[in-house]
């Protein structure tokens, strides 16, 4: 009776990790760059989780909530009638300059991945400037073990890598790089 207990009480232990096997791995991009801007003028563009104008892909924002913890927002890619991707605010700190949120939903065609969460942060630059760091985790688009390329890591990899830069180069454009 006790080796039919062990047994089953192992076997019950494994299987949140038999779940888990076959689960993508998080992936993460993390990028910077560095504005001649101070970091007030910096947040006071890219602060309002409700207004996402200063990223070149997206056409429209509309949203509830303002910058409270569970707002939300709409994003509309490309023009009028595009594709749109749904996010929650997490955190939204003015006192650090950052703010984290979460997509809710996006349809895997536009945007490779799923379990998405990110932050985006201004900071003062040594020498002045500041400094901004966009980083977020997610899983590729496809969870099964031989996903399409579309869907696969190195898509969401890609697809990420290709927002944060678009959005911080427009912000260079924008203020400027340091000593420019």
């Known amino acids: 009776?006790?080796?039919?207990?062990?047994?089953?009480?192992?076997?019950?232990?494994?299987?949140?990790?038999?779940?888990?096997?076959?689960?993508?791995?998080?992936?993460?991009?993390?990028?910077?760059?560095?504005?001649?801007?101070?970091?007030?003028?910096?947040?006071?563009?890219?602060?309002?989780?409700?207004?996402?104008?200063?990223?070149?892909?997206?056409?429209?924002?509309?949203g509830e909530g303002g910058n409270e913890v569970d707002a939300t927002r709409q994003l509309t890619l490309g023009d009028e009638g595009g594709p749109t991707i749904d996010e929650v605010l997490d955190r939204h700190s003015p006192d650090d300059m950052s703010y984290a949120y979460r997509i809710t939903q996006v349809k895997v065609e536009v945007l490779p991945v799923t379990d998405y969460a990110a932050q985006i942060e201004v900071m003062p630059r040594d020498g002045g400037g500041s400094t901004v760091a966009w980083r977020g985790t997610f899983r590729r688009g496809d969870p099964d073990s031989d996903p399409p390329e579309t869907l696969n890591d190195a898509a969401a990899v890609a697809a990420i890598t290709g927002v944060y830069q678009a959005g911080l180069d427009a912000l260079v454009d924008r203020f400027g790089a340091p000593g420019s």
């Not at 038999?18 to 003028?41: I, R």
């Open 1 to 62: 009776m006790r080796r039919r207990l062990f047994l089953m009480i192992t076997a019950a232990a494994a299987l949140p990790s038999l779940a888990l096997a076959d689960e993508p791995a998080k992936l993460n991009v993390a990028l910077t760059t560095e504005l001649a801007a101070e970091p007030a003028a910096v947040w006071s563009a890219i602060g309002d989780f409700q207004d996402m104008s200063w990223h070149p892909a997206i056409h429209a924002t509309t």
